[in-house]
Each structure stands twice: as C-alpha cells, then as structure tokens.
C-alpha cells in the first residue's frame, strides 16, 4: 500500500513550528499541575473542610463534569474561530479558577472553583490536536502531538512532588495560588506567541510550503461537510472514542488516588507517597515522547502509516493491563512497577491516538472530532474518582478498583480493533443528510 505521508519530504531549514509544539507543552504542564494539586491536596482538604472518601471522589471528578459538558461546543467553536481567539479566553479562565480555589471558605466553593477550571481548560487537547493538524505535516505528528501529551504525565511527576512539598511547607491555599500564577504566565505566553500558519508573519516560506500538506488547513474549512451529529455517528469517531475513554479512566485513577492508594493501601506516610508517586509518571513521560519519536520514524522510513498507528495504539493500551498487578502488590516496589507498567503503556498509545482527530475528520472537522473524543475522555475522567471512592470506601481495598479499569481497557482494545480500523479519513457527510 503506497505510503501518503510523504516521507521524502526534506524538511526546512527553519523550525517555527516546533516552538508551537513546546509552547502547547508548556501549556499542559500549566494546566496539569492544576489538576494533580487536588489530589496532593486530599489530607488538607479533610483537615480543614472535614470530608470523606466519598466527597473527594466527587470533588475530584467535578472538574471533569463541566470540561465533559463543554468539549461538543468546544469542538465546534475551536472549528468556527480557530485555536487562538479560543485559546486565549480558555488560559484566562483556568488561571481565575485557581485563585478561586485558594481563597474559597468552604467546600461549596471548592466545588465551584473546580466547575470553573473544567470550563477553563475544555478546548485545550482539542485544540492542541487541532493547532497540530495545522502547523505539522502528518509524518512529524505524532512526536509533535507527544511533546504536549507528555507534559500531562511530566507535569504529575514533578507536580505531585514539588506541589506535596510546598503544602506541607506554605500550606494548600498558597499551592493554588501558585499554579494560579504559573497559569497566568501560560496566558500571557500564548497571547504573544500562537498563531495558525497562515496568520505568523515570520513563518518562513520555505517552511510554510513544508507543512501545506497538514489534513485540517483553516482555508479548507468549508469545503467538507460533517456535522456534530453525523460525526459522532461514524464507527472510526465512535472506535477512538471508546478507547481514548478507556485509556483516561485508568489515567484519572491514577492522577487523583495514586497518593492515596500508596499512602493508605502500603502504608507509606505522605512525604514519601509524594516523591513515589512521581516514578511512573517519569517513566510514563518517556514512554510518551518515545513512542512518537519510533512511530514517526517508521513511517519516514516509508512503514505504512496506519498499521504502525495501530499497532502502538493497540499494544500500548494492553500493557495498561498492568493495573490489575497493582491490585496484587503488598510492597511498594512491587507497587510502582506494575503501576509504571500500566501507564507506561497507556502513555505511549496517547500521543499516536490524539494525532488521530486531524486523521480521520473530514477535511476542516477536527476541532468537532477532537471534541467527540475529549468527551468520552472526560465522561471517564468523572467516573473513575467517584467509582473508585466508592469501591475503596465498601470493600477497603483497592483490588476491585484496578480490575474494573482492566476491564474497561480490554473494551477499548476491542473498538480499536474493530471499529477505528484502517486510519484514514471518515467520509463528508452526503448532502441530503446535512439538509
């Protein structure tokens, strides 16, 4: 099958696109730390606001209910006024919502800060896949798309730490007010910098001609039709959908109990849950940038590009499978090596499967698909904490914990295999359907 991403391509001499890369990076690093500061912050919110298990599941889960709600309009505005105008708004809000959380005087408004931040950072992975599809050709996607996927594992390998640290040294409201910071930093970046190609005065145009083959180019919004209906219809959209949710109730187990569960379960004290809990995320970083870096060398080298695709985003979700070890281990090293395992590999399928959006959309649709595809992320990301504070909280035991997210990943491996299939673009929506 002849290869359609051009691996002969020689690229330019300029980089300007690579700055857009790290600067989405920087960005997930931002807004990632905001969302680990709550799961550091767990024994501090008890002391102060006296809650449960229960209610720290479903206050680690609130963000997600507004960033769930948010992410189809999301989509389809990202679609509509391009990655700047919705990006610019989207840093502004995080950054708000993380003062909020640190003068809040009660757990009402703890909730309400949380609802904020999920309105806040709902367009930032559809937009990053989006701004991708623009700036990149398809065959540096996915290392491109790596360098932000990334930052969300690094940002719990150093923020856990670093954050745990400054909460036990400042307290936890000053911890939020420095995230909030950091946020506003992110904000004032992105104002200056980010531009889609066709609006950066100093891309060159050697450069410009480079990346012209990018799937989703804004001048070719209009040319193909898919509505949010329509899209969200498709059996590839509903395969990545179904999968991507997998990888992310496993992902947001791990982002808000992984402290708790070390802490608890292996009777570690709380300084030393902080720095462990940095280990498989630091491995999960690697593991990330590595499988971007080797599948976009395959297909320069002229593999063909959907079956490399496939083939790391089917055999990084199994070895998520690793969960269920964890669920077994009675030592801390034990522990972290099955849990590295499990998210390792689930971290290496996510950079290949958030290239995906800008693969499969009609031309003009990724912002819509990326959306489709954030909302089972997030409908996950709400279940996993009150899922699992429910399951500790009955059983005592985190066992059943793990083997549910197993079971959920061994659907996903399922709707890849047999809904996404070959890795190309969904038809436009026919005419009569779109009247």
Not at 117 to 122: M, P, Q, T
Not at 337 to 355: E, K, Q, V
Not at 393 to 402: D, E, N, P
């Amino acid at each position: 099958m002849q290869n359609t991403s051009h691996p002969e391509t020689r690229p330019p001499r300029t980089r300007r696109r690579w700055r857009i890369a790290w600067l989405l990076g920087f960005g997930v690093l931002v807004n990632y730390f905001d969302r680990v500061n709550l799961s550091v912050s767990h024994a501090a919110l008890y002391a102060t606001f006296g809650i449960s298990n229960i209610t720290f599941g479903y206050l680690s889960g609130a963000y997600n209910w507004t960033y769930a709600m948010c992410q189809l309009p999301v989509g389809v505005l990202l679609d509509r006024l391009g990655v700047r105008k919705v990006g610019r708004l989207s840093t502004f809000l995080w950054s708000i919502a993380s003062f909020a959380a640190a003068i809040t005087p009660n757990i009402g408004g703890f909730f309400g800060a949380r609802f904020l931040l999920g309105v806040g950072e709902a367009p930032t992975f559809p937009g990053n896949a989006k701004a991708i599809g623009l700036w990149f050709p398809s065959q540096e996607r996915s290392f491109a798309t790596s360098i932000f996927d990334a930052a969300a594992k690094l940002a719990s390998a150093i923020g856990v730490p670093l954050i745990g640290i400054l909460l036990l040294k400042i307290g936890w409201r000053m911890s939020f007010a420095a995230t909030g910071v950091l946020s506003l930093l992110y904000f004032g970046l992105f104002t200056k910098i980010y531009r889609d190609p066709q609006d950066d005065p100093d891309l060159s145009q050697e450069e410009r001609l480079y990346i012209a083959d990018a799937a989703d180019p804004t001048d070719g919004a209009s040319e193909e039709r898919g509505s949010l209906g329509y899209l969200i219809r498709q059996k590839k959209v509903l395969g990545l959908a179904i999968g991507f949710g997998a990888y992310n109730y496993v992902f947001y187990l791990l982002l808000t109990w992984l402290p708790s569960y070390l802490s608890s379960a292996l009777h570690i004290d709380l300084l030393h849950s902080f720095l462990y809990t940095g280990v498989p995320w630091i491995f999960a970083t690697f593991t990330d940038l590595g499988a971007g870096l080797a599948s976009d060398a395959l297909i320069q080298r002229g593999w063909d590009a959907s079956k490399v695709r496939r083939t790391f985003l089917i055999c990084g979700t199994a070895f998520g499978l690793g969960i269920v070890g964890a669920a077994e281990a009675h030592t801390a090293l034990r522990a972290l090596f099955w849990i590295s395992m499990s998210i390792g590999g689930l971290a290496a399928a996510s950079p290949i499967g958030w290239t995906l959006p800008s693969m499969i959309a009609p031309r003009g649709r990724a912002g819509t698909v990326g959306g489709i595809i954030n909302l089972s992320n997030q409908l996950s990301g709400i279940a996993a904490p009150i899922v699992t504070g429910y399951v500790v909280t009955i059983t005592k035991s985190y066992t059943w914990a793990f083997g549910i997210s197993a079971i959920y990943l061994l659907i996903g491996i399922a709707s890849y295999i047999f809904l996404l299939g070959k890795i190309e673009p969904v038809p436009p929506e026919p005419i009569s359907e779109s009247l």
